[in-house]
């Protein structure tokens, strides 16, 4: 075990603060600041202040489980429950087909682990039935940037630019609950002059801090966002001449907006007339001003639309691709941004690529060693495939994710899984729904291996391993080796995560999201580095194959010549991968990645301005290819479309899948609190986060308590066309009349899921989490 600090970064949300952790001579681990990165300059929330506690033995599991013939869980060896889940699979693929064989991933997971559980599922079980919950957190942000900017990257931009910007919309985010540190850079926003404005139907912690909040009754964003782009029309505020230079389809979003009179859009939003102006004052006086979206707008059955009128507004304004400027969505989970770039997507290969392009389908082929006609085509998105769990889907792998707590209508969808023929869980502890799996594999966690997030920002980052696992766990990556080989896949499933990474590097280079030019080396030296970062390109006519990094670096800060490691073969291949250690050390040197395939375009996002610190600040080989720096701002010269212009998309308003009605008369809307994270597996085991909060809630408006009689504390059931949950009255003015709300991290009676409705968003399969009609009853104590 070491004794000294080792930087890494939070196992938690998107912001990815860095953290130094410190064994101590007890077996704990202290978490202690590191003022050195960014995005939190020291700050931690609680969750990442505690996030150490998630490492004792007694809070995790550290044998593998496997059920009994009497249906009870019990210790079994690694061998033993490997070889269960390899019989349970490969049973299912014999008997039923590949497709009958399910695998579903998490936005917590490294990227290592995301591509080769990705490779997993179409390599060894050649199944198209893969996806993941960050499905249920930023899709339809993505989708929507993807149409419009031909790229999904939640922030085009560092945080560090807010601050400068002239005025900030802030729509669907309660950050100072979700990512408190990341507040400050909206205090500093005001500081410097700016103005912060919040939607969100409850005046939040965040909401609170706002020159000015808007609270839209639930699941109207899209007509506010309509509405106030109408105002932008009519008072003669838009930028022609970046909307004829910049964008293409100005004329059909035009016409759409200007059937969202204002007075409509009050009627349907519930925000003023007066406000809409105030909201189009404030954002178009500026010379910069932003819009960033998180799951308000997002988890909704038109999420896309929604975040497409958004996107529209900064468009028509001039604002997108402009220093300080722009749209960006916050997304949430810890590897939310890295997870949905490589592969563990239902319709994806790495790098960004798409799973029905020939090309990327011939380019990620090629690197994994396999035909590209044996690899599956795209399969179901992540409700979809809960939902064909027990019928068309007989067996599921299942890691990092706990649906019987976060997937939308959960009691439907932890009866799908209970109805499954076999169920493997990879886990750090024993989650809701890894009670109810055949086989539970315990896994190393954040503070016990190394690999690569990314953040919110697109900034690549690596987590140090900083402790020694406990006996009884193993890695993700080993867990994937192990049953790939008992499944008759010998190579191209490597365990170390280095290893894993100079692959992903080959995999993703000329994809949008393209690494290939990042290093483990460069991420500890830079502090991270945003994609996409292409590998260096050697110029035409020198010799074979790239030259080692560290010698194209020549000159880059402390990376000496030697220590460059030999070159890679320059045919890649799963199975041409030299064998590396098994456990990584920190200051290892990466390996060369090989020759990046010479039809390998970068992605089209626009050179890197003046404003990008480049890393390569010596002074290289004449005939040396430059290292790229990374692209912290994107856009700012061309979008990523093949003309460089961003696309408007004409939208308009529609309702919620379900609005209320006699028998379901409120809405539902549903979030986090500061104190827990996500379905609150690892968060609700620790006493200091449990104590600050300890259960579900409903919070509603004094006068809907009054309606039903209830008092503060009161149990109150809350009822929809899906079932029912019980939880304790919150009674406060800080939510609409007509708006109930409740967080989502608890199982059991207070399970706000059993609530919300899966209603899809046809583009991006988001689920409508945000809102769902229901009644509410009192309760006898
Ligand atoms: Fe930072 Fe998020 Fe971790 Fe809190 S949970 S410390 S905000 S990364």
């Given at each position: 075990?070491?004794?000294?600090?080792?930087?890494?970064?939070?196992?938690?949300?998107?912001?990815?603060?860095?953290?130094?952790l410190t064994?101590?001579?007890?077996?704990?681990?202290?978490?202690?600041?590191?003022?050195?990165?960014p995005?939190?300059?020291?700050?931690?929330?609680?969750?990442?202040r505690?996030?150490?506690?998630?490492?004792?033995?007694?809070?995790?599991?550290?044998?593998?489980?496997?059920?009994?013939?009497?249906?009870?869980?019990?210790?079994?060896s690694w061998?033993?429950?490997?070889?269960?889940?390899a019989?349970g699979l490969?049973r299912?693929?014999?008997?039923h087909?590949?497709?009958?064989?399910?695998v579903?991933?998490g936005?917590?997971?490294?990227?290592e682990k995301?591509?080769?559980?990705?490779?997993f599922?179409r390599?060894?079980?050649?199944?198209?039935?893969i996806?993941?919950n960050?499905?249920?957190?930023?899709?339809s942000?993505?989708a929507?940037?993807?149409k419009?900017?031909?790229?999904d990257?939640?922030?085009?931009?560092?945080?560090?630019?807010?601050?400068?910007?002239?005025?900030?919309?802030?729509?669907?985010?309660?950050l100072?609950?979700?990512?408190?540190?990341?507040?400050?850079?909206?205090t500093?926003?005001?500081?410097?002059?700016?103005?912060?404005?919040v939607?969100d139907?409850?005046?939040?912690?965040?909401?609170?801090?706002?020159?000015l909040?808007?609270a839209p009754r639930?699941?109207?964003d899209?007509?506010?966002?309509l509405?106030?782009l109408?105002?932008?029309?009519?008072?003669?505020r838009?930028?022609?001449?970046?909307?004829?230079?910049?964008?293409?389809?100005?004329e059909?979003?035009?016409?759409a907006?200007?059937?969202?009179?204002?007075?409509?859009?009050?009627?349907?939003?519930?925000?003023s007339?007066?406000?809409?102006?105030?909201?189009?004052?404030?954002?178009?006086?500026?010379?910069?001003a932003?819009?960033l979206?998180?799951r308000?707008p997002?988890?909704q059955?038109?999420?896309?639309?929604?975040?497409g009128?958004?996107?529209?507004?900064?468009?028509?304004?001039?604002?997108?691709?402009?220093?300080?400027?722009?749209y960006?969505?916050?997304?949430?989970q810890?590897?939310?941004?890295g997870?949905?770039?490589h592969g563990?997507?239902?319709?994806?290969l790495?790098?960004?690529?798409?799973?029905?392009?020939p090309?990327?389908?011939a380019h990620?082929?090629?690197v994994w060693?396999?035909d590209?006609d044996?690899l599956?085509?795209?399969?179901r998105?992540?409700?979809?495939?809960?939902?064909?769990?027990?019928t068309d889907i007989?067996?599921?792998l299942?890691?990092a994710?706990?649906?019987v707590?976060?997937?939308p209508r959960?009691?439907h969808?932890?009866?799908?899984?209970?109805?499954?023929?076999?169920?493997?869980?990879?886990?750090v502890?024993l989650?809701?729904t890894?009670e109810?799996?055949?086989?539970?594999?315990?896994?190393?966690q954040?503070?016990?291996?190394?690999?690569?997030?990314?953040?919110?920002e697109?900034?690549v980052?690596l987590?140090r391993?900083?402790?020694?696992?406990?006996?009884?766990?193993?890695s993700?990556?080993?867990?994937?080796?192990?049953?790939?080989?008992?499944?008759?896949?010998?190579k191209?499933?490597p365990?170390?995560?280095?290893?894993?990474?100079?692959?992903?590097?080959?995999a993703s280079?000329?994809?949008?999201a393209?690494?290939?030019?990042?290093?483990?080396?460069?991420?500890?030296e830079e502090?991270?580095?945003?994609?996409p970062?292409?590998?260096?390109v050697?110029?035409?006519?020198?010799?074979?194959g790239t030259p080692p990094?560290g010698?194209?670096?020549?000159?880059?800060?402390?990376?000496?010549h030697?220590?460059?490691?030999?070159?890679?073969?320059?045919?890649?291949?799963?199975?041409a991968?030299?064998?590396?250690?098994?456990?990584?050390r920190?200051?290892?040197?990466?390996?060369n990645?090989?020759?990046?395939?010479?039809?390998?375009?970068?992605?089209n996002?626009?050179?890197p301005?003046?404003d990008a610190?480049?890393?390569?600040?010596?002074?290289p080989?004449?005939?040396a290819?430059?290292?790229?720096?990374?692209t912290?701002?994107?856009?700012?010269?061309?979008?990523?479309?093949?003309?460089?212009?961003a696309?408007f998309?004409?939208?308009?308003h529609?309702?919620?899948?379900?609005?209320p009605?006699?028998e379901?008369?409120v809405?539902?809307?549903?979030?986090?609190?500061?104190?827990?994270?996500?379905?609150?597996?690892?968060?609700?085991?620790?006493?200091?986060?449990n104590?600050?909060?300890?259960g579900?809630?409903v919070?509603?408006?004094?006068?809907?308590?009054?309606?039903l009689?209830?008092?503060?504390?009161d149990?109150?059931a809350?009822?929809?066309r899906?079932?029912?949950?019980v939880?304790?009255?919150?009674?406060?003015?800080?939510?609409?009349?007509?708006?109930?709300?409740?967080p989502f991290?608890?199982?059991?009676?207070g399970?706000?899921?059993?609530l919300?409705?899966?209603?899809?968003?046809?583009?991006?399969?988001?689920?409508?989490?945000?809102?769902?009609?229901?009644?509410?009853?009192?309760?006898e104590?």
């Open positions: 075990m070491q004794n000294t600090a080792t930087p890494t970064h939070c196992p938690y949300c998107a912001l990815q603060c860095g953290m130094n064994p101590a001579p007890d077996g704990t681990v202290e978490v202690s600041e590191r003022a050195d990165f995005v939190n300059r020291g700050a931690l929330c609680g969750k990442g505690t996030a150490a506690a998630v490492l004792a033995p007694g809070v995790r599991l550290t044998s593998p489980l496997v059920r009994d013939v009497g249906g009870t869980l019990v210790p079994a061998d033993e429950a490997l070889g269960r889940i019989a490969g299912t693929r014999a008997q087909g590949p497709d009958a064989v399910g579903f991933g936005g917590g997971l490294t990227n995301a591509y080769t559980l990705g490779k599922a390599v060894v079980l050649g199944t198209s039935q996806d993941y960050g499905r249920f957190c930023m899709s942000a993505a929507a940037g993807i419009a900017f031909g790229l990257r939640g922030l085009p931009f560092p945080l560090e630019d807010i601050p400068k910007s002239g005025c900030v919309i802030l729509v669907g985010s309660n100072a609950e979700t990512m408190p540190p990341s507040l400050r850079f909206f500093e926003l005001k500081e410097n002059g700016g103005t912060l404005i939607v139907p409850r005046r939040t912690k965040t909401a609170e801090q706002a020159d909040h808007l639930p699941g109207t899209l007509a506010l966002a509405g106030l109408h105002l932008v029309i009519a008072e003669g838009v930028d022609e001449e970046y909307v004829q230079e910049r964008t293409v389809g100005w059909d979003a035009r016409a907006a200007m059937a969202h009179w204002p007075e409509y859009v009050e009627r349907i939003t519930g925000v007339v007066p406000q809409l102006r105030e909201t189009v004052r404030l954002f178009c006086e500026p010379e910069s932003m819009v979206t998180a308000g997002e988890q059955s038109k999420g896309t639309d929604t975040v009128a958004w996107i529209n507004l900064c468009l028509a304004t001039g604002r997108a691709g402009r220093p300080h400027s722009g960006g969505c916050l997304t949430g810890g590897n939310g941004q997870g949905r770039e563990q997507k239902a319709d994806q790495p790098g960004y690529r798409k799973l029905d392009d090309a990327a389908r990620v082929a090629e060693g396999v590209p044996s599956p085509g795209p399969g998105s992540a409700y979809e495939l809960l939902d064909a769990l027990g007989r067996s599921l299942l890691m994710s706990n649906p707590v976060s997937a959960a009691a969808i932890e009866e799908r899984i209970r109805s499954l023929d076999f169920l493997a869980v990879c886990d502890v989650s809701e890894a109810l799996a055949d086989v539970v594999l315990p896994v190393t954040w503070a016990e291996e190394t690999g690569t997030t990314t953040n919110l697109g900034r980052l987590r391993r900083a402790v020694t696992p406990p006996d009884g766990v193993r993700d990556l080993e867990v994937l080796h192990e049953l790939a080989a008992r499944l008759g896949v010998e191209g499933f365990t170390d995560p280095e290893e894993v990474f100079e692959e992903l590097r080959r280079a000329g994809g949008a393209d690494y290939s030019g990042i290093t483990y080396r460069r991420l500890a502090n991270g580095v945003f994609w970062c292409p590998a260096p050697e110029p035409a006519g020198e010799g074979e990094l010698e194209a670096a020549a000159g880059h800060p402390g990376v000496p030697g220590d460059a490691a030999p070159a890679h073969p320059s045919t890649p291949g799963s199975d991968t030299p064998a590396r250690p098994s456990t990584p920190d200051d290892a040197t990466p390996a990645t090989g020759t990046p395939r010479d039809d390998a375009t970068p992605a996002t626009g050179t301005r003046d610190t480049p890393a390569n600040t010596g002074t080989r004449d005939d290819p430059a290292v790229h720096p990374g912290p701002r994107l856009f700012l010269d061309r979008f990523a479309t093949p003309d460089g212009r696309r998309v004409p939208v308009s529609r309702a919620t899948a379900e609005e009605d006699d379901y008369p809405l539902l809307t549903t979030g986090r609190v500061v104190a827990q994270y996500q379905s609150g597996a690892q968060t609700r085991r620790v006493a200091e986060l104590a600050a909060a300890p579900p809630f919070e509603l408006h004094p006068r809907l308590a009054a309606r009689g209830a008092a503060e504390g149990p109150v809350v009822v929809s899906r079932g029912r949950a939880a304790p009255a919150r009674i406060t003015h800080a939510i609409r009349p007509d708006t109930v709300f409740m991290h608890w199982p059991g009676e399970r706000a899921n059993t919300t409705n899966p209603a899809l968003d046809p583009t991006s399969r988001m689920p409508e989490f945000k809102t769902c009609a229901v009644r509410l009853e009192a309760v104590r």
